[in-house]
T-cell receptor
Framework: GENVEQHPSTLSVQEGDSAVIKCTYS??????FPWYKQELGKRPQLIID?????GEKKDQRIAVTLNKTAKHFSLHITETQPEDSAVYFC????????????FGTGTRLQVTL | DSGVTQTPKHLITATGQRVTLRCSPR?????VYWYQQSLDQGLQFLIH???????AKGNILERFSAQQFPDLHSELNLSSLELGDSALYFC????????????FGQGTRLTVV
């Protein structure tokens, strides 16, 4: 089955700096790669996703890049703000949807003033 | 508010017991997904239903079962509960276009004592 590895497990940045979280996956059949943000005690929320026919996607301060050959994808957050502090999960699915998602272990991002 | 409703919010029960978790998807959504979040296993996909039919199974134990009813609400049944089943159980839903964003409910926190 699919295996998704996520690094780092914790990340501390100063407000205004950039943050990068990296994930690798094992199953070449995976074709959908969402990123979720989960604040303490709350539900995961989709922040951005990318499909295997696209190499990069951007939404304001958030971007995701995908390298299918190397089987890795990354989340980039620019101009970080305190409200970006949360746990971020990457995931991969061969189904092109939220079905059969395999999640990474999460990255706790702390944005300090 | 995602529009996905899960009940109950909290559940405490003893080992060996059986519980039922309920999920009402967003109005019009045909797909319901169940996920488990625990300290040991992280976030795991359990099962996906689409318009009453099982679409995909993930790491769901044989002691667990689910169904989706004609009104599209779903129930996750957990039986012969063990301490290790203590976790946060999320459901998510999305529409007929299954490649759209899946919206998570607030989760049911199950504690097995």
């Amino acid at each position: 089955g699919e295996n998704v590895e996520q690094h780092p497990s914790t990340l501390s940045v100063q407000e205004g700096d950039s943050a990068v979280i990296k994930c690798t996956y094992s199953d070449s059949a995976s074709n959908y790669f969402p990123w979720y943000k989960q604040e303490l005690g709350k539900r995961p929320q989709l922040i951005i996703d990318i499909r295997s026919n696209v190499g990069e996607k951007k939404d304001q301060r958030i971007a995701v890049t995908l390298n299918k050959t190397a089987k890795h994808f990354s989340l980039h957050i620019t101009e970080t703000q305190p409200e970006d502090s949360a746990v971020y999960f990457c995931a991969a699915s061969p189904a092109g949807t939220a079905s059969k998602l395999t999640f990474g272990t999460g990255t706790r991002l702390q944005v300090t003033l | 508010d995602s529009g996905v409703t899960q009940t109950p919010k909290h559940l405490i029960t003893a080992t060996g017991q059986r519980v039922t978790l309920r999920c009402s998807p967003r109005s019009g959504d045909l797909s319901v997904y169940w996920y488990q979040q625990s300290l040991d296993q992280g976030l795991q996909f359990l099962i996906h239903y689409y318009n009453g039919e099982e679409r995909a199974k993930g790491n769901i134990l044989e002691r667990f079962s689910a169904q989706q009813f004609p009104d599209l609400h779903s129930e996750l049944n957990l039986s012969s509960l063990e301490l290790g089943d203590s976790a946060l159980y999320f459901c998510a839903s999305n529409g007929a276009g299954e490649d759209t964003e899946a919206f998570f409910g607030q989760g049911t926190r199950l504690t097995v004592v």
